[in-house]
């Protein structure tokens, strides 16, 4: 059994996983030690089953055991074809996501999705001039058309290039073109990798990488930009918004609903319907005070962004969050849904609601989204819950007190906004600040949670490291829900975590240390944010030249493969920690920890030690400080009064 320090870092997780084994309720953290010792073979990589006539294991040590499978394939080709099919079913997962939110938008510009409307008109016409499509007098419904038809069909094109990587800086650009990974579509390159990867076809391990770029491109800079671009459209870009974080945001006497999982199309429909005179007196009729919602994993991310709601917990709160026995309603989608929530849930009076064709989870109840009839799936789905809340009323609960304020909103354009001021919008403060050295660089900490590795410890150690070595921090997804329940994400926790140059520039601009950027598909923010500093001057003319570096210290699903693999196909470097896929394949993992930087630029690393990796997240920022020249520069201390702080506000 699991010890309950070394569940969680997190003080509600810890005393909910203790609550849970009171009760003899299983969670991920207690099938996670039924699990062990875990497959070696796997878990370095080494295991092959893409044929019938495996499965075939290598040995690791080189020794007596079988140097190659059946077919002949060796260590390195097997965990190469692995790694792809990894990124694969990552990049399917967030482009299929993608799909989904533009075919909604379709629907909503032809005037066939009831509750949709275009919410951010100038991100229209932007997106219309990146498709080429003429803006004229023409009629915005119209432009919003054309432009979501010629979205849909980056999925199914064939020949060409995904438009949407020419917001890369220009030599990056020539770098995908030159080495033949720019991808075609969206589709084709994740079909591609299905097939190079079945028996007998690709088995040498640099060719598999580099199609495993070439997909991993389309899914950052094509699937998930546009996801992130037609869901800002559809649901408002972010802005900053004050909101709170974990289990502690549940209310024993409202009707607590908690939506789950990524695609913010139908809780948006949820946020709006809860907050209505018709469910509020349904919930009242019911005996509660109110209705409260909080999200997990990147739904909660979603509706935070956009409306300041509070999330609830991350991706391995789910089950603890109904082990709270105060979930009247846990909404699912897709992505991240743990087949195990159904035991728990049937515990308590929850009603377990799931919404989407593609994802059937047994036990639960089926309110299927359409676009055509959202806003009916969400009065029922609110409904349910209000009933679930009947049952419950009265009954023992044990919701923690935990619950900390954040400030999220960090849209890219919103960084931008909040730097160059009102008027003049612009990434100078940002770039400037890098080059004297209030900031030493930026890093991306994102990613999930897994029970490999003590809940929220590695997210949390890692970026205090970075902003007390004032590396600013940018995050997504499960990562950014962990530090914002420690407190990282208030502009005051500056002063306390930041190095001084950081903290200087987060006290004179008004932002926290620790931006959150939204969802796992929202990398796509930090994409664009980068290729903006790129475009600012002054740090060089790519990407691979900027002092920044990617993490992602909890990992677990396919999804973060993918991500991490687009940025380092974009010239960062990117360490993960607490496992590594392919361990076993000697030849294959210096290509990607060494190797793979000639090509790209960028190169993958793994250390598990969140300190250690943080340390050489920061040497890295230096060594490209140093090829910029600005290694030595010291920051020049500026005391700040009031009449230079009003200045900088009118920009
Ligand atoms: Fe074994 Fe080759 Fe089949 Fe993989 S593809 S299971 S290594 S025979
Ligand atoms: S939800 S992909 S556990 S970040 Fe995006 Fe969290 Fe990872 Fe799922």
């Known amino acids: 059994m699991v010890e309950k320090k070394k569940a969680s870092v997190d003080t509600a997780s810890q005393a909910l996983f203790e609550e849970a084994v009171n009760q003899g309720i299983r969670t991920a953290f207690q099938r996670y030690e039924q699990q062990q010792p875990q497959c070696g073979y796997g878990t370095l990589g080494l295991c092959c089953r893409h044929c019938a006539m495996g499965p075939c294991n290598i040995d690791p040590f080189g020794k007596n055991g079988p140097d190659r499978g ?84 980056q999925w199914g094109q064939q020949e060409g290039e995904v438009v949407m990587l020419k917001r890369a800086p220009l030599k990056r650009q020539k770098i995908w073109r030159d080495l033949g990974i720019w991808p075609r579509g969206v589709d084709r390159e994740i079909v591609e990798i299905m097939h190079r990867t079945h028996i007998g076809v ?170 055509d009839n959202a806003m009916e799936s969400a009065k029922a789905i609110v409904k349910k819950a209000c009933d679930a809340f009947e049952k419950r009323k009265g009954k023992k609960v044990h919701i923690p007190n935990e619950k900390t304020d954040l400030v999220a909103g960090f849209s890219h354009e919103t960084i931008d906004y909040l730097l160059g001021g009102v008027f003049r919008s612009s990434y100078r403060p940002l770039n400037d600040n890098i080059i004297n050295g209030r900031i030493r660089g930026i890093a991306g900490v994102v990613g999930c949670c897994t029970p490999k590795v003590t809940h929220n410890d590695y997210h949390v150690a890692m970026v205090k490291h970075l902003i007390k070595n004032n590396v600013i921090v940018l995050q997504t997804g499960c990562s950014a829900v962990a530090c914002a329940k420690e407190g990282l994400m208030l502009p005051e926790s500056a002063a306390e975590f930041a190095g001084d140059g950081l903290a200087e520039v987060c006290e004179t601009v008004g932002i926290p240390p620790v931006l959150h950027m939204g969802s796992c598909v929202d990398n796509s923010r930090i994409l664009m944010a980068a290729a903006a500093v ?118």
């Open 534 to 651: 790129v475009k600012e001057g002054g740090l060089g003319d790519d990407i691979s030249d900027l002092p920044v570096a990617g993490a992602a210290p909890e990992w677990m699903s396919e999804k973060a493969i993918s991500i991490g693999h687009y940025f380092v196909a974009s010239g960062v470097y990117t360490v993960f920690s607490a496992t590594w896929p392919t361990m076993g394949a000697r030849k294959l993992t210096d290509f990607l920890f060494n190797g793979i930087e000639e090509k790209l630029g960028g190169k993958w690393d793994y250390v598990n030690d969140p300190i250690e990796a943080a340390d050489k997240m920061i040497a890295h920022i230096d060594e490209k400080r140093a090829a910029l020249g600005i290694l030595e520069k010291k920051k020049e201390r500026v005391l700040m009064d009031m009449a230079m702080r009003r200045e900088l506000d009118a920009g």
């Open 202 to 371: 690709d088995e040498d391990p640099v060719n598999l990488i580099m199609q495993g770029a070439r997909a991993a491109l389309g899914d950052g800079w094509g699937g998930s930009m546009i996801a992130t671009e037609i869901q800002d459209i559809l649901f408002g870009t972010p802005v900053p918004v004050l909101a709170q974080a974990n289990l502690g945001v549940l209310k024993e006497k409202e009707v607590n609903v908690v939506i789950h999982g990524h695609e913010p199309v139908l809780s948006e429909m949820i946020v709006a319907v809860a907050g209505s005179k018709e469910m509020l007196d349904y919930a009242k009729s019911k005996g509660a005070e109110g209705i409260n919602l909080g999200g997990i994993c990147c739904t909660a991310n979603e509706i935070l962004m956009r409306h300041g709601l509070p999330i609830a917990g991350d991706f391995l709160q789910q089950e603890l969050a109904l082990v709270t026995g105060a979930v009247d309603a846990m909404v699912v989608d897709l992505q991240c849904i743990m087949p195990g929530l159904t035991e728990v849930a049937q515990c308590f009076d929850t009603e377990l609601i799931s919404t989407e064709k593609r994802a059937n989870i047994r036990g639960t109840t089926r309110i299927l989204f359409e676009e």
């Open 70 to 153: 059946v077919c002949g394939a060796d260590a390195d080709t097997i965990a190469a074809r692995h790694f792809d099919r990894m990124i694969a079913a990552g990049a399917a997962a967030h482009s299929d996501h993608g799909r989904g939110v533009v075919e909604v938008f379709l629907a909503a510009a032809k005037g066939e999705a009831e509750g949709y409307e275009i919410k951010d008109e100038q991100k229209l016409l932007q997106l219309a001039l990146d498709f080429d499509v003429e803006i004229g007098e023409r009629d915005i419904k119209d432009i919003a058309i054309e432009v979501g038809e010629k979205a849909l069909a």
